[in-house]
């Protein structure tokens, strides 16, 4: 069965300093891994995804993610916050198996940003 | 990108009462959909999965019968959330797979759903 788990429910940072959310999955197969953001109220924006192809993996909004199959982990970072990268992030993981396009979703990690 | 768009955007119900939520694929044609619930704070959790021109395949412990489920074209599925009660009242987000090939799925604004 597949799963992800992030690490920290709420992530606080300064404006401009680096930003580093941790995920870390399971999956008895290759996996397929997301990186989404919502913002309050709002439906999700796919941020950056990896399907096997290079491991460091560029997003929008300057953000990536490294997927390290050794350590089962797939942790985004952004090398300097935004106050408008405040927000719920997930990470998620695909389903099942890998041609369903059925998702499993991690718990969220709040981004507080402050000035 | 791909657009999915839901409606309504928020709706508030008294108890009892059915309510429909729309999903749309505004420029593409999605042979799959997907229906999430949010609750507050927490993370999506699937809920159905919605083939066009079959029955849904229902996650564990979601009661098909109050939460209907309709796909009866590729741009276009429903929520129907009958014989509503205060504890649906939820964040209900549907996405959408195209039939390019492609796994991704596209996420619609959700709909908010309270029932007094």
């Known amino acids: 069965a597949q799963s992800v788990t992030q690490l920290d429910s709420h992530v606080s940072v300064s404006e401009g300093t680096p930003v580093l959310l941790r995920c870390n999955y399971s999956s008895s197969y290759s996996p397929s891994l997301f990186w989404y953001v919502q913002h309050p109220n709002k439906g999700l924006q796919l941020l950056l995804k990896y399907t096997s192809a290079a491991t460091l993996v560029k997003g929008i909004n300057g953000f990536e993610a490294e997927f390290k199959k050794s350590e089962t982990s797939f942790h985004l970072t952004k090398p300097s916050a935004h106050m408008s990268d405040a927000a719920e992030y997930f990470c998620?993981?695909?389903?099942?198996?890998?041609?369903?396009?059925?998702?499993?979703f991690g718990q969220g990690t709040t981004l507080q940003v402050k000035p | 990108g791909a657009v999915v768009s839901q409606h309504p955007s928020r709706v508030i119900c008294k108890s009892g009462t059915s309510v429909k939520i729309e999903c749309r694929s505004l420029?593409?044609?999605?042979?799959?959909m997907f229906w999430y619930r949010q609750f507050p704070k927490q993370s999506l959790m699937l809920m159905a999965t919605?083939?066009?021109?079959?029955?849904?395949?229902?996650e564990q412990g979601v009661e098909k019968d109050k939460f209907l489920i309709n796909h009866a074209s590729l741009t276009l599925s429903t929520l129907t959330v009958t014989s509503a009660h205060p504890e649906d009242s939820s964040f209900y987000i549907c996405?959408?797979?195209?039939?390019?090939?492609?796994?991704?799925?596209?996420f619609g604004p959700g709909t908010r759903l309270t029932v007094t």
């Open positions: 420029d593409f044609q999605a042979t799959t």
């Open positions: 998620v993981v695909s389903g099942y198996s890998s041609n369903t396009g059925k998702l499993i």
């Open positions: 996405s959408a797979i195209s039939g390019s090939g492609s796994l991704e799925q596209y």
């Open positions: 919605s083939n066009e021109g079959s029955k849904a395949t229902y």
